[in-house]
């Protein structure tokens, strides 16, 4: 295959339904020792029917877990997060990366 048959028949992520992309600022709040907690944060133009992929910072707490997300409602994101350790974590506001798509 030629790389222009290759580049006619890869990915663009510009011609995706819906396709939105962006960062949005994410303050957990205090998750209770061996416990779950979520946060949900406001994405404009965000539907039901996206789904997101979320680039979790760098720095995020020690012991602090990224579970998964899905959209809760128009324009809302939320963000599951797990602390496995026997005492809270309260993870700091930072921003996180995101790109969403309707299938």
């Known amino acids: 295959m030629s790389d222009r048959q290759l580049a006619e028949k890869s990915l663009s992520f510009g011609k995706l339904k819906g396709y939105l ?3 949005v600022a994410v303050d957990p709040p205090s998750i209770a020792a061996a416990s779950c907690g979520t946060v949900a944060v406001t994405i404009a133009g965000l539907t039901t029917a996206h789904i997101v992929v979320l680039a979790i910072p760098a720095a995020l707490e020690a012991n602090l877990g990224y579970v998964g997300c899905y959209v ?5 994101l939320t963000i599951k997060l797990v602390n ?7 993870g700091a506001a930072q921003t996180w990366t ?3 798509w309707i299938p």
């Open 98 to 100: 995101y790109a969403a």
């Open 72 to 76: 809760s409602a128009a324009n809302t």
């Open 84 to 90: 496995p350790t026997a005492a809270a974590i309260d």
């Open 21 to 23: 992309k962006g960062t």
